[in-house]
């Protein structure tokens, strides 16, 4: 159960530990220095008001009525051809206009012309080959977030795509099902083309989580997070680092989208593309009573048990598998997936989506006790320690750090040596700005956040861990799989793009 102590483990301050109990109320601050969101919510777009300024005449886009459009799923990429070994696809990257905000279009960097970009479905043990065509006019690297990849199809910063290229990469999916994703990588430019829209999910799966009974087919719906700021003719503006202005929050692409549900179990697969906004999630229905759901896995795959939580904790690049039954609820009852952190006017980012409960359905769909099995963790070797700060808001500088050093693509700054096991603490040493820490290659697990124990929810695989001003967390890591040169870095990606990357290589 998230408890008080996690809450507060977690860098939430008092007030939000109360709101835990009471998802439907207005939520107080959350973090020190950032406002919370409110239950109420008239998404007016007025991103000037949201930075604190005023805005000029006709900078933002009309209002978009909060739940008034259904949410739409990601189109599912068939592949054009299959052996019996491996699965072949072929995505463009291109320029489209897209609706996102109701009867305009809206220029954005696509995968196939698709915002979201089209969800691959993938089979552990079963190999996928993507090829990838670059019609844009900048270069473009494509990385599979979460995967467990050689060097050559990592999809590393500096290892892109020309525009009017193509590359082939191969996927051997040797690893437990999870909910992946791809994105845009080319350093210095990854930023700007994610917040347009080159990213997409992979969402792989295996034999042993398909006997588990776990929702599936069309109970089984990926939510992929992003945020926006829009302009008077409905035109995505991108200014590095500026997320107190990117207050339109798109679920699959739509803002403030409604999915209507039947009174059974739903799972859903929860992806936070943005890049920079955190979000503290609660079930709400107006009132004070709590909503717990079922997390069922994260970034790397499934927990070994379902850990039932009131919140769902999600930064930049972190994955949440979690249940739903909303066989609880009488039919017609509407919940709301309230977010209560900002930065940005609660009227604008307190809100996700709802939910809108239909009739009571057969279900056969089940949550079993027991989920997988975790290995135990392996005697480390090597202990390291690593420091994330940045130019604070104010300073007047635009570059961020590990360990005082910005990035340098000739540098390695980690010597890992093949077969290891280490434990890595990485401290957000920033006075007022959260980061969160991604390795590329291996997931970890937590052993500690600030000296203590991880929540349950946290006690999974995983490949990114988020860090308020001043925590600490202690990972472990084992580099078995591939040997080569890899980046670790903030996903917080406007923060990457400023300096907060190294790289280590695995020899």
């Known amino acids: 159960m998230f408890s008080r102590r996690h809450a507060i483990r977690l860098g939430l301050t008092t007030g939000a530990v109360g709101a835990v109990g009471a998802a439907g109320g207005v939520f107080r601050t959350l973090t020190a220095g950032q406002p919370a969101a409110a239950d109420a919510v008239q998404p007016a777009a007025d991103a000037g008001a949201a930075a604190g300024k005023a805005a000029p005449a006709g900078a933002a886009a009309a209002p978009v009525e909060p739940f008034s459009l259904p949410l739409t799923t990601p189109p599912v990429l068939a592949p054009y051809r299959r052996t019996k070994t491996a699965d072949h696809y072929r995505i463009t990257m291109r320029r489209a206009g897209v609706e996102i905000l109701p009867g305009t279009r809206t220029d954005a960097l696509t995968y196939n012309g698709s ?92 034999p042993a989580e398909d006997k588990l009974g776990l929702p599936s087919g069309k109970y089984d719906i990926p939510l992929v997070l992003r945020d926006a700021h829009f302009d008077a003719g409905a035109q995505m503006v991108y200014t590095m680092d500026d997320a107190e202005n990117r207050t339109t929050i798109l679920v699959n692409g739509r803002p403030w989208p409604y999915l209507e549900v039947e009174a059974r179990k739903y799972r859903f697969r929860l992806v936070n593309s943005c890049n920079l906004r955190i979000f503290v ?20 795959g499934l927990l070994a048990a379902p850990a039932e939580t009131p919140v769902l904790v999600l930064s930049p690049g972190e994955r949440i598998d979690f249940v739903v039954d909303f066989s609880k609820y009488a039919p017609g009852t509407k919940l709301t997936l309230a977010n209560m952190l900002g930065p940005g006017p609660t009227e604008l980012v307190g809100q996700v989506m709802r939910f809108d409960i239909g009739e009571r359905t057969a279900d056969a769909s089940r949550v079993p006790d027991t989920l997988t099995t975790l290995p135990a963790l392996r ?65 970890f697990r937590i052993l500690e956040r600030d000296g203590q124990p991880p929540y349950p929810a946290e006690t999974g695989w995983k490949d990114t861990v988020l860090l308020f001003p001043g925590q600490t967390a202690k990972l472990q890591l084992t580099f078995d799989s591939h040997r080569g040169v890899y980046p670790y870095h903030c996903h917080m990606i406007d923060h990457s793009a400023m300096g907060m990357m190294a790289q280590m290589k695995i020899a």
């Not at 999630?281 to 790397?300: F, K, N, Y």
């Open 379 to 443: 005697k480390p070797t090597v202990e390291r320690g690593f420091e994330l700060s940045m130019d604070e808001p104010g300073s007047g500088g635009h570059r961020a750090y590990i360990n005082g050093r910005t990035f340098d693509p000739d540098r390695i700054d980690t010597h890992i040596e093949w077969g290891s096991t280490e434990v890595w603490t990485v401290t957000n040493k920033s006075a007022t700005v959260p980061h969160n820490f991604h390795t590329h290659l291996v997931q």
């Open 281 to 300: 999630l609660a079930l709400s229905d107006g009132s004070a009573t709590q909503h717990p759901v079922q997390q069922i896995g994260t970034d790397g």
């Open 115 to 206: 915002f979201t970009g089209p969800t691959i479905r993938a089979r552990t043990g079963r190999t996928t080959v993507v090829q990838q065509v670059n019609e844009l006019d900048m270069p473009t690297s494509v990385h599979l977030h979460g995967g467990n990849n050689p060097v050559a199809h990592d999809g590393g910063m500096m290892d892109t795509i020309a525009p009017g290229r193509k590359r082939t990469y191969v996927y051997e999916n040797k690893q437990p099902g999870a909910t992946l994703w791809t994105h845009d990588h080319a350093h210095h430019m990854e930023s700007e083309h994610v917040y347009r829209g080159l990213s997409g999910l992979y969402l792989l799966r295996d």
